[in-house]
């Protein structure tokens, strides 16, 4: 069974001083990634947030969820990790997908899987500091010398997942429903096969929110946004794919789906999520209390997800993270509980002091 890490997302919509605070907070519990959207203009800008989480965090990973090849590019979002690779010391992911609200809002379709593979190959050049060919002229990053950043593609139909087999450090699938992870991650292993890569080496994600209660019911009217952001990629599937091609657990959901306002994307309570039931809601995200998020956890890392990565946008942020770094990932460290650096300090000194005791009484 796969080691299973765990990561928070943010959405910078909230004031960047407990946006820090989050992250330091996420880093001290034991999570291993803090996330964020990048949709300039339905949030605020997140590059700039991402330096202040490198520079006030130790060893949390930091990266985007998803941003795309066409907003921004490649010599601006390659300057941009290259730069945040020296700031956060080499702890920088680069999440990337073919675009979705940040293209939609604006009036813009998502670019192709082409676009977004050879953008990919031109990242992980420019960050390592070698020369590409940009337009037909030769460009350099002369100065990126901290390592090039680790690269996770989103996706979710069968030819951009195939093709992330091929070329990904990672991929991310935004749902918690272990039919659909299996499914997808299929393709990705045919993926690599077919680019002679083991697929044991390309990392899984799973990314959804979750909200531990008893209460079913409260639960669920926390997260049930969610599976309705994750339609918008459903339907735009269903435009490039026949039904045959994809399995019902995947689409029947959206069939009554009206419509869909992107000034309410990822938003308790938004209207955009009606048409979502409380089957889909249980299927997509995690709710119930610890045992019954221990078990789907479980249940997602015996079928090879390596990462866990909660939607932080629902509410009651900080106890959600306290809650998961007192009584969830400890069951994932051999019951290990992460306390933060000063208080892995203080062990590794004490520890120090027994020693030299032991030593002395020798």
């Not at 956060?88 to 939609?104: C, K, W, Y």
């Not at 998502?110 to 070698?130: C, I, K």
């Not at 991929?171 to 991650?185: E, G, N, T, Y």
């Not at 209207?271 to 409380?278: E, G, K, L, P, R």
Request: proline letters at 4%; aromatic letters at 10%.
């Amino acid at each position: 069974m796969s080691h299973l890490d765990f990561g928070i997302t943010l959405k910078s919509d909230l004031d960047v001083r407990r946006e820090v605070k989050l992250a330091q907070q996420a880093e001290a519990a034991g999570f291993g990634y803090v996330w964020t959207f990048d949709s300039h203009v339905l949030w605020q800008e997140c590059y700039t947030r991402m330096a202040l989480w490198a520079w006030n965090t130790h060893k949390i990973h930091i990266g985007t969820l998803v941003t795309n090849p066409i907003v921004r590019d490649i010599t601006v979002t390659a300057s941009g990790f290259a730069t945040l690779q020296q700031i956060s010391r080499g702890r920088m992911d680069l999440g990337i997908g073919r675009g979705d609200s940040s293209r939609r809002v604006l009036g813009k379709k998502p670019t192709t899987n082409d676009n977004l593979m050879n953008f990919v190959e031109e990242f992980r050049a420019l960050t390592a500091g070698q020369p590409v060919e940009y337009d037909s002229y030769p460009i350099q990053l002369t100065w990126a010398d901290a390592g090039v950043p680790p690269v996770w593609v989103a996706g979710y139909g069968p030819k951009v997942l195939t093709a992330a087999g091929k070329y990904a450090d990672g991929i991310i699938l935004q749902f918690a429903d272990p039919h659909l992870v299996k499914w997808c991650s299929d393709f990705v292993k045919q993926g690599a096969q077919a680019a002679g890569r083991d697929p044991r080496d390309i990392k899984i994600m799973a990314a959804a929110p979750v909200w531990i209660s008893d209460d079913l019911q409260v639960a669920r009217e926390h997260v049930r946004w969610f599976p309705a952001l994750v339609s918008n990629h459903v339907v735009d599937l269903l435009k490039r794919h026949p039904r045959e091609e994809l399995p019902p657990e995947l689409y029947t959901y959206v069939e009554d789906r009206k419509g869909y306002d992107y000034l309410h994307h990822a938003q308790v309570g938004s209207d955009n999520a009606q048409f979502v039931s409380d089957e889909i809601v249980d299927r997509y995200c995690i709710v119930g209390n610890v045992k019954e998020q221990i078990r789907r956890l479980e249940e997602l890392q015996s079928l090879g997800v390596s990462q866990f990565n909660i939607y932080l946008m629902v509410g009651d942020e900080e106890k959600q993270v306290a809650a998961y770094g007192s009584k969830v990932i400890p069951h994932f460290n051999g019951g290990k509980k992460i306390g933060s650096a000063k208080r892995a300090k203080r062990t590794k000194t004490a520890h120090k002091t027994a020693a030299k005791k032991a030593a002395k009484k020798k």
